[in-house]
C-alpha cells in the first residue's frame, strides 16, 4: 500500500511555520518563514492576508514537497491553524478587501465594546457571555468597528473570515470555522450546534450570511482547487479540514487531549488553554467549547511573551544581537544563561508585562508594560530575568482561578518557542509550584494541524489515538525554596496593578490610545 501523508501549516504572529508526517506521526520535513507585523497607530496591529498569510502558506507548502522529494498526490489531506481572533473582510473572490486586524493586540474597538456591553446591560451579558466582559480577542467588536468606521467596506464585505478561515477557503472556496473559533472568538452570533444566530447576529454586528459556516475542527470540508493546486503545489483534490486557531492546533500537538491537560503556549503572546468536562462562570477567563467534542475549555492571554523577551533582546541587549548578526553565540542562549545568575525574585524587580495591553486575567487594552522597584544595584540581568517572572505570575493567576473552581490540574504542559528557554520553564515551575512538562516534539501548531488532517482523512479515528505517538520531553520539577520566596512578589504583582490601572488609563488618553480620562 502506498505511503500517506499529512501536512499542516500554522500561519503565527511573526512567522509561518508547516510540517509534513507520515502515518505514524513522525515528521518527514519542517520549514519556516518569518513576516512582519503592521502597526500603524497606536492600538492598531494588522497584517496582509494575501501577502504574508496565502502567500506564507504557498512558500510552505512548495518547500515541504520539495524538501521531502514526495509527490503531491501522495499527501492525503491538509489542515491548517492560524492567529486567533483576527478579522479580514473579503469579497466573493475571497479577496481581502483591508489589512486583517489582528488579534488580542490590536484594541481599536474599546468603544465597539463599550458599546456592546452597555447595550445588551449586566443580564444579558451573562446570558451571552457568562458574565465575561468583551475585551480585545473578541470578533464582533472588530466587524462593528468596521460597520462603523468603513461603512463602505463593510457594504463590500461577502465574508468575515479569521486567518485559518481565510486559508481554507483559499484552498478549497468553502467558508466555514471551527466549533472552537466560534464559541471563543465569534460570540455570540453561534449557537451549541454551530449555526448562527441570524436574529443576535444582524441585530448588532453584520448579516448572518456574512459569517462562516460552523464545522467541526477535523471535518473535511472540500478538497483542494486547481487555483489553488497551482499557487501551493498541492494535487487538486487533496482534502482539507476546517483547520482551528493556533492555540487549539498547538494544544493537541502537545498532548492536551482529555480533562486536566492544560497547556501553556510561549510564542510572541502566552496563550493557556485548560481542557475541563464542564464549563465555569468567571469574569476573568473564557470559557468555551474545546474543539474536541464533548469537552470544554477554560482559556486566558498575557499578551506578551516571546515579544517582550524579543523585545528585551533587540533593545537592552542589543550588542548580543549584534554579536549574532557578525557569526557569534545566539542572543537568546545568551540572556537564557544571565537569567540563571539572577535570584527568585530579582532582588525585588517585580514586572507587569503588558507591553500591549493585556487579555486575562485582567482584560485591559489601555493596560500597559511597568517595571517597578528599579535600583541602581539591577543590572540588565535582572530586567531579563523579572520579564520572564512576569509572564509566570500572570500563568500563575489563571492556575490559581482554575484551582478555585476545584479544576485539577494532572498535566502541565509547555510549548511554543519560548519552551527552549529551559530557565524560563523553571522559573514557571517554581512560580506556581507544578511540574512542567514538555512534549519531544516541540515544533507547535503546525504538528497538530497535520494530526488534525490525519484524523479528518480516517487515519486514527479520533484525538485519544493521538496520545500513543505524542512523546514526553523535558521535565521541570519546582523548587519549593523559590515557590516560597515568590509568593510575596506575586502579591505584589496583583496589587502593582490595582494601584496603577487609574494612571495607565490616564496615561493611554493623553497618548491618544482611548482611555477614559
Known amino acids: 500500500m502506498e505511503n500517506r501523508y499529512y501536512m499542516g501549516i500554522d500561519v503565527g504572529t511573526n512567522e509561518s511555520k508547516g510540517v509534513l508526517i507520515d502515518e505514524n506521526c513522525r515528521i518527514l520535513c519542517t520549514e519556516t518563514v518569518s513576516h512582519a507585523v503592521e502597526n500603524p497607530k497606536p492600538n492598531y496591529y494588522e497584517q496582509d492576508a494575501e501577502a504574508v498569510w496565502w502567500g506564507d502558506f504557498c512558500k510552505i507548502s512548495r518547500a515541504l514537497l520539495q524538501k521531502s522529494g514526495i509527490c503531491p498526490e501522495s499527501v492525503e489531506a491538509v489542515g491548517c491553524s492560524a492567529l486567533s481572533a483576527d478579522v479580514v473582510p473579503v469579497d466573493e473572490r475571497?479577496?481581502?478587501?483591508?489589512?486583517?486586524?489582528?488579534?488580542?493586540?490590536?484594541?481599536?474597538?474599546?468603544?465597539?465594546?463599550r458599546f456592546i456591553t452597555s447595550y445588551y446591560g449586566p443580564e444579558r451579558m451573562e446570558s451571552l457571555f457568562g458574565g465575561r466582559p468583551l475585551c480585545s480577542s473578541d470578533c464582533m467588536p472588530k466587524i462593528l468597528w468596521i460597520r462603523n468606521n468603513e461603512p463602505e467596506i463593510f457594504e463590500k464585505t461577502y465574508k468575515f473570515l479569521t486567518a485559518s478561515s481565510f486559508l481554507t477557503a483559499k484552498l478549497t472556496g468553502a467558508y466555514v470555522i471551527?466549533?472552537?473559533?466560534?464559541?471563543?472568538?465569534?460570540?455570540?452570533?453561534?449557537?451549541?450546534?454551530?449555526?448562527?444566530?441570524?436574529?443576535?447576529?444582524?441585530?448588532?454586528?453584520?448579516?448572518?450570511?456574512?459569517?462562516?459556516?460552523g464545522r467541526e475542527t477535523a471535518e473535511v470540508v472540500g478538497t483542494v482547487t486547481g487555483n489553488a493546486a497551482a499557487e501551493t503545489g498541492l494535487a487538486a483534490g487533496t482534502k482539507v479540514v476546517t483547520g482551528t486557531d493556533d492555540s487549539g492546533a498547538e494544544a493537541i500537538s502537545t498532548g492536551v487531549l482529555q480533562p486536566g491537560d492544560?497547556?501553556?503556549?510561549?510564542?510572541?503572546?502566552?496563550?493557556?488553554m485548560y481542557c475541563s468536562d464542564r464549563m465555569i462562570a468567571d469574569e476573568r477567563i473564557w470559557s468555551e467549547d474545546y474543539l474536541i467534542p464533548g469537552t470544554f475549555c477554560q482559556d486566558g492571554g498575557t499578551n506578551t511573551a516571546g515579544a517582550l523577551t524579543k523585545w528585551m533582546r533587540d533593545v537592552v541587549f542589543s550588542d548580543y544581537l549584534q554579536d549574532q548578526q557578525n557569526g557569534g553565540e545566539n542572543a537568546f542562549a545568551r540572556m537564557c544563561k544571565l537569567a540563571q545568575d539572577v535570584p527568585a525574585g530579582s532582588d525585588g524587580l517585580v514586572v507587569l508585562p503588558y507591553f500591549a495591553g493585556e487579555r486575562t486575567p485582567v482584560n485591559d487594552p489601555l493596560a500597559c508594560g511597568v517595571y517597578f522597584g528599579l535600583l541602581q544595584s539591577h543590572t540588565r540581568s535582572h530586567l531579563y530575568r523579572a520579564a520572564l517572572e512576569g509572564v509566570a505570575y500572570s500563568i500563575a493567576q489563571h492556575v490559581d482561578i482554575l484551582e478555585e473552581h476545584g479544576m485539577e490540574i494532572r498535566n502541565f504542559l509547555c510549548v511554543g518557542g519560548g519552551a527552549q528557554n529551559h530557565p524560563w520553564l523553571q522559573i514557571i515551575a517554581d512560580v506556581t509550584g507544578h511540574t512542567v512538562k514538555t512534549a519531544k516534539v516541540t515544533i507547535g501548531s503546525s504538528y497538530g494541524d497535520a494530526m488534525i488532517a490525519a484524523i479528518g482523512a480516517g487515519r486514527f479515528s479520533g484525538y485519544a489515538d493521538l496520545a500513543e505517538y505524542i512523546e514526553s520531553g523535558s521535565v521541570f520539577t519546582p523548587n519549593m525554596e523559590n515557590h516560597a520566596a515568590y509568593k510575596p512578589y506575586r502579591s505584589i504583582y496583583t496589587r502593582l496593578y490595582l494601584a496603577t490601572k487609574p494612571l495607565m488609563h490616564e496615561l493611554a488618553a493623553r497618548n491618544g490610545r482611548g482611555g477614559t480620562e
Do not use: H, N, W
Not at 486583517?100 to 481599536?108: K, N, S
Not at 466549533?179 to 448572518?208: K, N, W
Open 94 to 113: 475571497c479577496v481581502p478587501l483591508r489589512k486583517a486586524i489582528l488579534y488580542g493586540i490590536d484594541a481599536r474597538a474599546v468603544d465597539e465594546m
Open 178 to 213: 471551527d466549533r472552537y473559533l466560534a464559541a471563543s472568538s465569534f460570540a455570540p452570533c453561534y449557537r451549541g450546534d454551530l449555526s448562527i444566530d441570524a436574529s443576535l447576529t444582524e441585530e448588532l454586528y453584520c448579516r448572518a450570511d456574512q459569517l462562516a459556516q
Open 262 to 272: 492544560l497547556m501553556i503556549q510561549l510564542g510572541s503572546t502566552c496563550y493557556i
